[in-house]
């Protein structure tokens, strides 16, 4: 794992240093700024220190060779002297001045021309000289325009003068000058000449040199004029006097130092030397100035070692803190990372993933805590979607078989005939509902059509419709009345309903024959009916309490007429309230509307075109609701009317079948083309008759095979046809008494269709509702009875049975 | 129907021809029932047999019942339209249909 610079760790260290960072350079800054000031603090105690007793002691020195100086122009003011007694006088001041102060080398006396003795030239200048451990007494002239002497007499006070190398005296002296004022006749003083006493400053070179001085310092004299009187001799090294000057640096240039208090601290160079810290103090004798000088890199060598310690301090500091913060970021972002890239695994599906454990209840152990939370409660979600998913995949299951056991055609349901045109639509939403339909034939003339709703949804629903179907189905088939199957069939669900669910349902039954429907509501929308000349209304009807809900509930009986070409147009509210993004439902007038515009459309047509005006009114929203219905168009009998032939023959007699033939034929014959096309679409009807007596099954069998042989069917067809003649009429010989059988046989030859239907006058019974025999059983359990019955319901198309008044009628169709 | 029955080594074939329905399947009955003593081996040839109702089912039942106890009954040369109702009715998973 590399080191992240875009991580949190990084960015947290990184401003955390800034921060430190400015903080350090503060404090760094106070402490140089605090450190300078101290070191200057110091610096000038150290200068102090150093100076105050060198300068005391120059001015002490000084100040004795100016008394000198003072008292013996005093006395030569007082009187005159001839030259011998000068002489004298000047060789006594200088032994006297000498014991005073060894410096002083030489007393010199000059007079204002005719002010002193008399000499050829007018000027007059005698001078003591100490030298070679003697004093010599020497004379001077052409003083008057030497600096010593007219600035004293101009200045008419004393002074003392710029150092120089003397004319008499060839060594550095400093020149104390005092004027001679002598009173004249009348009583007021006369400057009559200049007394100077030479003072030699070798000593002053000596006593510098001597001077310790801290930080390889060193001390320097100056003069009133910057001029360096006394140096250590290294600082001068082959440079001439006046080359060795005090400068101070101001910015960035170096100008000459010009005193501006009695002492101070300036940063500057001597003789043109390195840079250096200067402390002065003045020499208030002679106005010279005293200079402490330490070179700068010596100097700032304190004040850069406490800055070096100070920065080493820092670095360290720095480096620690640096440490610990990435430590501490570590801390917080390597967690962060691991559950980075937990999340990532995460997030490609794997949900065993390991959650980094972290102790702590810090914010970061917090969020690895609701992590881990997270990952828990997401398998849990999922395993519950999975459930969810699989729960749905079995009301899927339940919705189809639901659905499945609704009948689709008329063909499977054999109940389809020349006389109506029926077809059934649902469209299930995407929750298990409760529509439903059903449609099936009472008898060969009574079709009835039922259309429901079960309130709520789910498998509640779906569970509640197929009860009610089932029941309400088989009570109309048994008891042939609609209202007797609905008090029935709402007695038996309003008993058990502890769910207080109920069904909306509308049933009718159409005679067949004439139209009639007698037909009852309970709470069902009333349906609709197309007439022939395109105008449609719905059936008025009252409409009664929906199903399951009261247990005693009468529903009453109510009619209507369908008129040949009408169409009987059921349907649930899943039509009427389809609903749009504005909330509007689809509506009983766009229902009527939309039949009307329906016209001749056959039955299925018409409930596609319902379907599809519904689509392009709700556009996009999605069906909430089952959408079902179920149209059944009226044709009338408008088949040509049957004729009927009826022809006795005896068959005992074998081999007169051609009898039955000519009787066909003899019919036939007179029909032209048209009429024989005519009677190949429409069904064929041949009746025979026979008394109940085991052996007339073969004359029935040669009847029908008779029949059917010029149809071509296949022999397989045929055979079947047989074994269920045998069977059924072998049923009838044994078990219903009767005396009579009549087989009537109706082929149509279009669709090589042929039905058989066998009427008995024996006891009521109905093979169809004998339950099937297993066919599973070992043999040992294996019984035969109802086995025959089951063949025939095997191979047959279709096998129905009715009470037809005291008669038995079960009629079988086979396609050959 | 006509009824042919051979007996060879305690093999007892019977051939049927025409139809086996509830008008001959007495005379069937009549050559089987207690008749059967000794048979091994019971074979019904139905080769030219046109078909079968449950009356011949019947008989077919009763006879593979007693065969269980003594031997095997096996049928033979059975046309498509009968191995279907041999199939409809399960008699496919009684009988032995070779």
Not at chain 1, 29 to 55: C, D, P
Not at chain 1, 120 to 127: A, D, I, Q, T
Not at chain 1, 590 to 607: F, H, N, Q
């Given at each position: 794992?590399?080191?992240?610079?875009?991580?949190?760790?990084?960015?947290?260290?990184?401003?955390?240093?800034?921060?430190?960072?400015v903080?350090?350079?503060?404090?760094?800054?106070?402490?140089?700024?605090?450190?300078?000031?101290?070191?200057?603090?110091?610096?000038?105690?150290?200068?102090?220190?150093?100076?105050r007793?060198?300068?005391?002691?120059?001015?002490?020195?000084?100040?004795?060779?100016?008394?000198?100086?003072?008292?013996?122009?005093?006395?030569?003011?007082?009187?005159?002297?001839?030259?011998?007694?000068?002489?004298?006088?000047?060789?006594?001041?200088?032994?006297?001045?000498?014991?005073?102060?060894?410096?002083?080398?030489?007393?010199?006396?000059?007079?204002?021309?005719?002010?002193?003795?008399?000499?050829?030239?007018?000027?007059?200048?005698?001078?003591?000289?100490?030298?070679?451990?003697?004093?010599?007494?020497?004379?001077?002239?052409?003083?008057?325009?030497?600096?010593?002497?007219?600035?004293?007499?101009?200045?008419?006070?004393?002074?003392?003068?710029?150092?120089?190398?003397?004319?008499?005296?060839?060594?550095?002296?400093?020149?104390?000058?005092?004027?001679?004022?002598?009173?004249?006749?009348?009583?007021?003083?006369?400057l009559?000449?200049?007394?100077a006493?030479d003072?030699?400053?070798?000593?002053?070179?000596?006593?510098?040199?001597?001077?310790?001085?801290?930080?390889?310092?060193?001390?320097?004299?100056?003069?009133?004029?910057?001029?360096?009187?006394?140096?250590?001799?290294?600082?001068?090294?082959?440079?001439?006097?006046?080359?060795?000057?005090?400068?101070?640096?101001?910015?960035?240039?170096?100008?000459?130092?010009e005193?501006?208090?009695?002492?101070?601290?300036?940063?500057?160079?001597?003789?043109g030397?390195?840079?250096?810290?200067?402390?002065y103090?003045?020499?208030?004798?002679?106005?010279?100035?005293?200079?402490?000088?330490?070179?700068?890199?010596?100097?700032?060598?304190?004040?850069?070692?406490?800055?070096?310690?100070?920065?080493?301090?820092?670095?360290?500091?720095?480096?620690?803190?640096?440490?610990?913060?990435?430590?501490?970021?570590?801390?917080?972002?390597?967690?962060?990372?691991?559950?980075?890239?937990?999340?990532?695994?995460?997030?490609?599906?794997?949900?065993?993933?390991?959650?980094?454990?972290?102790?702590?209840?810090?914010?970061?152990?917090?969020?690895?805590?609701?992590?881990?939370?997270?990952?828990?409660?997401?398998?849990?979600?999922?395993?519950?979607?999975?459930?969810?998913?699989?729960i749905?995949?079995?009301?899927?299951?339940?919705?189809?078989?639901?659905?499945?056991?609704?009948?689709?055609?008329?063909?499977?349901?054999?109940?389809?005939?020349?006389?109506?045109?029926?077809?059934?639509?649902?469209?299930?939403?995407?929750?298990?509902?409760?529509?439903?339909?059903?449609?099936?034939?009472?008898?060969?003339?009574?079709?009835?059509?039922?259309?429901?709703?079960v309130?709520?949804?789910?498998?509640?629903?779906?569970?509640?419709?197929?009860?009610?179907?089932?029941?309400?189905?088989?009570?109309?088939?048994?008891?042939k009345?609609?209202?007797?199957?609905?008090?029935?069939?709402?007695y038996?669900?309003?008993?058990?309903?502890?769910?207080?669910?109920?069904v909306?349902?509308?049933?009718?039954?159409?005679?067949?024959?004439?139209?009639?429907?007698?037909?009852?509501?309970?709470?069902?929308?009333?349906?609709?009916?197309?007439?022939?000349?395109?105008?449609?209304?719905?059936?008025?009807?009252?409409?009664?309490?929906?199903?399951?809900?009261?247990?005693?509930?009468?529903?009453?009986?109510?009619?209507?007429?369908?008129?040949?070409?009408?169409?009987?147009?059921?349907?649930?509210?899943?039509?009427?309230?389809?609903?749009?993004?504005?909330?509007?439902?689809?509506?009983?007038?766009?229902?009527?509307?939309?039949?009307?515009?329906?016209?001749?459309?056959?039955s299925?047509?018409t409930?596609?075109?319902?379907?599809?005006?519904?689509?392009?009114?709700?556009?996009?929203?999605?069906?909430?609701?089952?959408?079902?219905?179920l149209?059944?168009?009226?044709?009338?009998?408008?088949?040509?009317?049957?004729?009927?032939?009826?022809?006795?023959?005896?068959?005992?007699?074998?081999?007169?079948?051609g009898?039955?033939?000519?009787?066909?034929?003899?019919?036939?014959?007179?029909?032209?083309?048209?009429?024989?096309?005519?009677?190949?679409?429409?069904?064929?009807?041949?009746?025979?008759?026979?008394?109940?007596?085991?052996?007339?099954?073969?004359?029935?069998?040669?009847?029908?095979?008779?029949?059917?042989a010029?149809?071509?069917?296949?022999?397989?067809?045929?055979?079947?046809?047989?074994?269920?003649?045998?069977?059924?009429?072998?049923?009838?010989?044994?078990?219903?008494?009767?005396?009579?059988v009549?087989?009537?046989?109706?082929?149509?030859?279009?669709?090589?269709?042929?039905?058989?239907?066998?009427?008995?006058?024996?006891?009521?019974?109905?093979?169809?509702?004998?339950?099937?025999?297993?066919?599973s059983l070992?043999?040992?359990e294996?019984?035969?009875?109802?086995?025959?019955?089951?063949?025939?319901?095997?191979?047959?198309?279709?096998?129905?049975?009715?009470?037809n008044?005291?008669?038995?009628?079960?009629?079988?169709?086979?396609?050959? | 129907?006509?009824?042919?029955?051979?007996?060879?080594?305690?093999?007892?074939?019977?051939?049927?021809?025409?139809?086996?329905?509830?008008?001959?399947?007495?005379?069937?009955?009549?050559?089987?029932?207690?008749?059967?003593?000794?048979?091994?081996?019971?074979?019904?040839d139905?080769?030219?047999?046109d078909?079968?109702?449950?009356?011949?089912?019947?008989?077919?039942?009763?006879?593979?019942?007693?065969?269980?106890?003594?031997?095997?009954?096996?049928?033979?040369?059975?046309?498509?339209?009968?191995?279907?109702?041999f199939?409809?009715?399960?008699?496919?998973?009684?009988?032995?249909?070779?």
């Amino acid at each position: 794992m590399g080191f992240n610079f875009r991580g949190l760790a990084f960015k947290q260290s990184m401003m955390i240093l800034a921060a430190i960072t400015v903080v350090f350079g503060l404090i760094f800054g106070l402490m140089s700024y605090k450190t300078q000031a101290m070191l200057n603090k110091m610096t000038i105690a150290n200068g102090e220190e150093t100076s105050r007793a060198n300068v005391n002691y120059i001015d002490k020195l000084f100040n004795a060779g100016k008394l000198v100086g003072d008292d013996i122009a005093a006395t030569l003011g007082k009187r005159k002297m001839t030259k011998a007694e000068l002489d004298e006088f000047l060789f006594q001041s200088l032994t006297n001045a000498r014991n005073l102060v060894p410096q002083i080398v030489a007393v010199v006396l000059a007079y204002e021309p005719g002010m002193g003795p008399e000499t050829p030239k007018g000027e007059f200048m005698r001078l003591a000289r100490y030298t070679e451990n003697e004093i010599k007494l020497v004379t001077g002239g052409h003083y008057d325009d030497k600096e010593w002497y007219y600035s004293t007499r101009d200045g008419k006070t004393s002074r003392w003068q710029e150092p120089f190398i003397g004319e008499f005296v060839p060594e550095p002296i400093a020149v104390y000058t005092v004027p001679i004022f002598q009173k004249d006749k009348n009583g007021e003083d006369v400057l009559a000449g200049v007394l100077a006493i030479d003072m030699s400053i070798e000593f002053l070179k000596d006593e510098i040199g001597t001077i310790p001085v801290s930080n390889s310092g060193y001390a320097v004299i100056t003069t009133t004029k910057n001029k360096a009187v006394a140096y250590p001799r290294s600082i001068a090294q082959g440079k001439r006097n006046r080359d060795i000057v005090v400068k101070e640096i101001r910015g960035n240039s170096a100008v000459e130092f010009e005193r501006r208090d009695s002492s101070g601290l300036f940063i500057g160079t001597v003789a043109g030397g390195e840079e250096s810290a200067v402390y002065y103090t003045t020499i208030h004798s002679t106005n010279w100035t005293f200079m402490v000088v330490w070179p700068i890199q010596k100097y700032l060598k304190d004040q850069s070692s406490v800055r070096k310690l100070f920065l080493a301090l820092s670095l360290g500091g720095y480096g620690i803190i640096l440490v610990i913060i990435l430590l501490i970021s570590f801390r917080v972002a390597k967690p962060l990372k691991d559950l980075a890239l937990a999340a990532r695994k995460l997030g490609r599906g794997n949900f065993d993933v390991a959650i980094p454990k972290i102790k702590g209840r810090d914010e970061v152990a917090e969020f690895a805590w609701a992590f881990s939370n997270m990952l828990t409660e997401l398998k849990d979600n999922i395993e519950k979607q999975k459930d969810m998913k699989r729960i749905e995949r079995e009301l899927d299951l339940a919705r189809n078989i639901q659905l499945s056991m609704l009948p689709g055609e008329e063909r499977d349901e054999n109940s389809d005939d020349d006389r109506h045109e029926l077809a059934p639509f649902l469209l299930p939403a995407k929750e298990v509902g409760g529509d439903f339909y059903d449609f099936f034939k009472i008898d060969n003339d009574h079709l009835c059509v039922v259309i429901g709703d079960v309130s709520g949804k789910g498998v509640a629903a779906a569970l509640f419709m197929m009860v009610a179907r089932i029941i309400l189905r088989t009570m109309t088939k048994n008891l042939k009345s609609v209202v007797d199957a609905f008090n029935k069939t709402n007695y038996a669900l309003a008993k058990r309903n502890r769910l207080n669910m109920f069904v909306t349902v509308w049933a009718g039954i159409i005679d067949l024959r004439t139209g009639h429907i007698d037909f009852a509501s309970a709470g069902h929308n009333p349906p609709v009916v197309r007439h022939r000349d395109g105008s449609a209304e719905f059936i008025p009807s009252k409409s009664g309490i929906v199903m399951a809900a009261m247990e005693n509930t009468i529903y009453k009986q109510q009619t209507y007429d369908l008129k040949p070409g009408d169409m009987l147009f059921l349907y649930t509210d899943g039509v009427t309230e389809a609903t749009n993004y504005n909330n509007e439902l689809f509506g009983d007038n766009r229902l009527l509307e939309t039949i009307r515009k329906g016209g001749e459309l056959s039955s299925a047509d018409t409930c596609a075109l319902v379907k599809k005006e519904i689509d392009h009114f709700v556009q996009d929203v999605p069906q909430f609701d089952d959408i079902t219905m179920l149209a059944v168009k009226f044709n009338g009998i408008d088949e040509p009317v049957w004729e009927r032939y009826e022809k006795t023959i005896d068959v005992s007699n074998n081999g007169k079948s051609g009898e039955l033939k000519s009787f066909v034929e003899d019919i036939l014959t007179p029909m032209d083309g048209a009429k024989k096309m005519q009677m190949k679409d429409a069904w064929e009807r041949y009746e025979k008759i026979v008394d109940v007596i085991p052996e007339n099954q073969e004359i029935l069998t040669a009847f029908v095979e008779g029949i059917l042989a010029p149809m071509e069917g296949s022999m397989k067809s045929q055979m079947q046809i047989n074994i269920a003649i045998d069977e059924i009429y072998s049923n009838i010989v044994k078990f219903s008494g009767a005396t009579e059988v009549t087989l009537i046989v109706e082929i149509r030859k279009a669709t090589m269709m042929a039905r058989l239907t066998f009427i008995d006058n024996g006891k009521p019974y109905d093979p169809i509702r004998q339950a099937d025999p297993d066919i599973s059983l070992p043999i040992e359990e294996r019984e035969i009875g109802g086995l025959g019955i089951f063949i025939v319901k095997k191979t047959m198309d279709s096998v129905s049975y009715r009470r037809n008044g005291d008669k038995n009628e079960l009629a079988i169709t086979k396609t050959l | 129907m006509q009824i042919t029955k051979t007996n060879e080594n305690n093999v007892l074939t019977i051939a049927l021809e025409g139809r086996l329905d509830t008008l001959t399947a007495p005379q069937l009955d009549a050559e089987i029932q207690g008749k059967l003593d000794g048979v091994k081996s019971l074979v019904f040839d139905f080769k030219k047999l046109d078909y079968i109702s449950s009356a011949g089912l019947r008989i077919l039942l009763m006879a593979q019942k007693v065969m269980n106890k003594q031997g095997n009954m096996v049928v033979k040369n059975a046309s498509s339209a009968i191995k279907e109702i041999f199939e409809v009715t399960g008699f496919c998973d009684i009988l032995t249909i070779e």
